[in-house]
């Protein structure tokens, strides 16, 4: 069983034969130095923190069933296409208009640009929204329509890229469930453009179940710079969300992945359906500013109006004249951090982490926290780096449940009674590099340099007893030996020892 945090410091203490005033300033110091010593344990040895199962879903290229008909148009708004078919007419082929196409790969060809004997020309774009009014399904682009001119339009949607969740530190295998094949093999970025990814022609694309990944490019969310604001509200507090003091963030998120990946707890102690608020978004920025500390009593009984930036105005999505209005793809999380709770209550175990509440549009500047809404205990707030995503080859025939297995960065350090989600041992690594930092923060040199040196033999020993989680005596099956300089005869390979991979006795 892994330490918590306050054990960790307990142990520097004790360790240092120090036993510093236990200031809140100190504390968070040490906390600091903690999440620190995580992050160089995490990238010394990975092995060393719990491993998790990510489920995502991998979508087919989406094309028109009648390619003569079914078509797109541009409109006056350069930033919004509209589909040629009405919704209800016949050989219309289905869109998804619930956020999970957000952030595709719109191709488009323009018949304009078609060169005789030449394939087709396809422009790239991808989509903020797709929504239906009138009868009719438009989308709305992060760029806008070149051409000028009116034009009747071709049109494929892809899934170029599967973003990864910012906490993965090293993959360790990759499979596609309830399917007979053998992990998906990983390939170097430079060998999956130059062998696998070259397009064919007219958007089409080698289909089939994905047997190679590869990483790719994916571009960052910048995060709000705004502070949420929070003050008083008019509204009552209903709870039953216990009343307390309180403090407030929110970030952006792009796009949405389907039900069976949402978070997992319910939004309301009565709830009865799942709530879209608690899927898991395809991209997540990172958190504001958190508001000022607000208190909510029982003698005011008085809930908290949360105020943040209108996005959509901020994107140029607001003009009601104009058709991308309100329809920029941004949407906001509101986070909540409990900082004291009602005297003697048993109803809530907070560690003073911020939590996920809810999801708003981009364009809705207040929400109101009246104490219905349960925090999500799964979903602490994110504090991501760069974002990488995946590529896979063949494109998916159809859509297929694929499993990643990856050794994962610890949660943000912030509070005493956080776990640290590392072995035991590996724990004992983390209070080496503390105890490094202290030492060299008070000037002690000397004990910094043997800290570092604990934490270095300390660190071989377990690669020995941890790397692989295979007992030093047991045999490791590598497979047949490949063929380096010429063919290895069965005689070879019969007298060959399990896990001997030295090939140069062989001719």
């Not at 929400?367 to 925090?375: E, L, N, R």
């Amino acid at each position: 069983m892994a330490l918590p945090v306050h054990e960790i410091i307990e142990e520097v203490i004790a360790e240092l034969d120090h036993a510093p005033k236990g200031s809140p300033e100190w504390e968070r110091r040490v906390i600091r130095a903690i999440q620190k010593g995580q992050e160089t344990l995490a990238e010394d040895a990975p092995f060393m923190f719990n491993e998790r199962e990510v489920h995502f879903r991998i979508e087919p290229d989406a094309r028109p069933t009648a390619p003569t008909t079914d078509l797109l148009e541009t409109t006056a708004d350069p930033f919004v296409l509209k589909r040629v078919l009405a919704d209800a007419h016949a050989d219309i082929a289905a869109w998804e208009t619930n956020r999970e196409w957000t952030g595709r790969t719109l191709l488009v060809h323009d018949p304009a640009d078609a060169v005789a004997g030449s394939p087709k020309q396809f422009h790239d774009f991808q989509i903020r929204e797709v929504w239906s009014a009138g009868g009719y399904t438009y989308v709305s682009l992060t760029a806008p329509w070149g051409n000028a001119a009116s034009a009747v339009l071709e049109w494929v949607i892809q899934t170029k890229a599967v973003v990864l969740p910012p906490e993965v530190l090293e993959i360790d295998h990759i499979y596609v469930k309830d399917q007979q094949y053998a992990p998906l093999e990983g390939v170097l970025p430079e060998q999956a453009v130059a062998w696998l990814r070259s397009r064919e022609g007219d958007g089409s694309r080698a289909e089939g179940v994905p047997t190679s990944f590869w990483r790719t490019n994916m571009a960052p969310i910048e995060g709000p710079h705004l502070p949420t604001v929070a003050a008083a509200s008019e509204t009552n507090w209903v709870g039953p969300e216990p009343v307390g003091d309180f403090q407030y963030f929110h970030s952006l998120v792009w796009g949405k992945q389907e039900i069976w990946l949402n978070h997992g707890n319910p939004h309301t102690q009565s709830a009865t359906a799942a709530s879209s608020t608690r899927y898991k978004p395809w991209q997540e920025s990172a958190l504001s500013r958190g508001s000022a500390a607000v208190a909510v009593t029982a003698a005011l009984g008085k809930g908290v109006d949360v105020t943040t930036p209108n996005m959509d105005f901020a994107a140029g999505f607001h003009d009601a004249a104009v058709l991308r209005h309100q329809k920029s793809g941004w949407k906001k999380r509101i986070y909540r951090k409990r900082l004291t709770d009602a005297a003697g209550n048993a109803l809530t175990d907070f560690d003073q982490r911020a939590y996920l509440m809810t999801e708003i549009d981009g364009h809705v500047t207040t929400w109101t926290d009246d104490g219905s809404i349960t925090p999500d205990r799964n979903t602490p707030a994110p504090y991501p780096g760069a974002y990488h995503a995946i590529d896979f080859w063949p494109v998916p025939d159809r859509r297929y449940e694929v499993v990643l297995v990856a050794a994962w960065y610890n949660s943000r350090i912030e509070t005493m009674t956080q776990v640290l989600n590392v072995t035991k041992i590996g724990a004992r690594c983390i209070i080496d590099l503390v105890k490094a930092q202290l030492h060299r923060a008070n000037g002690n040199y000397a004990g910094e340099g043997l800290a570092m040196k604990d934490y270095r033999m300390r660190l071989v020993r377990l690669k020995h007893r941890q790397g692989t989680g295979i007992p030093a005596s047991q045999p490791i099956h590598v497979g047949l030996p490949g063929r380096r300089r010429s063919h290895v005869d069965r005689s070879a390979l019969r007298n060959q020892r399990p896990g001997d991979t030295d090939q140069t006795t062989y001719p």
